[in-house]
């Protein structure tokens, strides 16, 4: 399925569409994954959460960002969460995409804005994990990341499985807190795997490598053979349970999501809200086929050709964006 990959990749770059997405709310099936699109509600459904023995990590949707005021207004939401998940006793740490507040506008300002969401999630106690994204963002990000560390110990970051480097970069930052993804861009066969095989074999080592040499390891995937194989290891190595967690994507394997829970695992929803969905909601069609099944069976008649099916919806968004230029 690379070419399906491909397109709903292309679907998630593009500005449009993402605009047009935010003025009509989470149609399309969307709903499904994503939390809401405001602090209450997202508040609501991590409550649900933890009364599940479930925690969370929390992601305020935001791309495209390429104005100050928009970073800064970004930067405001995100305090916002913080002060929301500890007025009400939530267990949930944040996510934030650096982009989201200022790194593609200019690198200074954006340690800015994330030296005040690091610092006012501290006076909380409360992780903050800088959520990776292109290449040609990955090594900013972890240069922020070391610096605003030299102030605080609350932060953390990704290690994407299909870039080359991953291996370099794990062992580099091992004294950190990290969550391990298999990657869910489009990146050039110059700095990244191509082959699932290839992925889902460096995925399992740099699982295998935290887990032994780590601080803590968010394991963030929905294969089951993955997880199956974490809980041997862990086992034949006799590694505590305090040492990691299960992550998946709120709205995705929740049986999973509450069988391990109930095993005694750590395990951590992703949970993502706000307006500004569409853009994760395209990549999270793109990772895997039978998330394409989750939306479209909500959306279109069951007869309705799944692939078809979300073609269609990205047709219409397409024709939205048209009709309100």
Excluded at 155 to 175: L, S
Excluded at 276 to 283: A, L
């Amino acid at each position: 399925m690379p070419l399906l990959r491909d397109f709903f990749i292309q679907l998630s770059e593009n500005q449009l569409l993402n605009n047009a997405a935010q003025k009509y709310g989470l149609k399309l099936g969307a709903q499904s994954v994503v939390a809401g699109t405001n602090i209450e509600e997202a508040i609501e459904s991590m409550k649900e959460l933890n009364r599940l023995g479930i925690s969370c990590t929390v992601d305020n949707l935001g791309e495209f960002v390429y104005e100050k005021s928009e970073a800064i207004k970004a930067k405001d939401e995100i305090l916002a969460v913080i002060e929301a998940i500890h007025e009400n006793g939530i267990d949930s740490h944040i996510s934030v995409k650096p982009s989201q507040v200022g790194l593609d506008i200019d690198y200074d300002f954006c340690y800015d804005n994330l030296m005040e969401i690091v610092g006012k999630a501290h006076q909380y106690n409360m992780h903050v994990n800088f959520d990776q994204e292109t290449y040609d963002r990955l090594q900013p990000t972890f240069e922020l990341m070391e610096k605003i560390s030299e102030t605080y110990d609350n932060i953390g970051t990704v290690i994407q499985a299909y870039f080359f480097n991953a291996k370099e970069n794990i062992e580099k930052y091992k004294d950190y807190r990290l969550r391990l993804v298999k990657g869910a861009y489009k990146e050039s066969a110059e700095v990244a795997y191509q082959d699932k095989l290839d992925i889902d074999l460096n995925f399992i080592e740099l699982i295998e490598y935290h887990l032994l040499h780590g601080k803590f390891t968010s394991i963030a995937t929905h294969d089951h053979n993955v997880i199956n194989h974490v809980k041997q290891f862990v086992k034949d190595h006799n590694i505590s349970k305090d040492k990691f967690e299960f992550q998946m994507l709120y709205g995705f394997r929740k049986e999973m999501q509450l069988e391990l829970a109930k095993e005694g695992y750590n395990f951590c929803t992703y949970v993502p809200f706000g307006s500004d969905w569409y853009g994760y909601f395209m990549r999270r069609l793109a990772e895997r086929p039978q998330n394409i099944n989750l939306v479209t069976k909500q959306v279109f008649n069951k007869k309705t050709n799944t692939v078809l099916g979300v073609a269609a919806a990205a047709f219409i968004l397409g024709r939205l964006t048209k009709r309100n230029k």
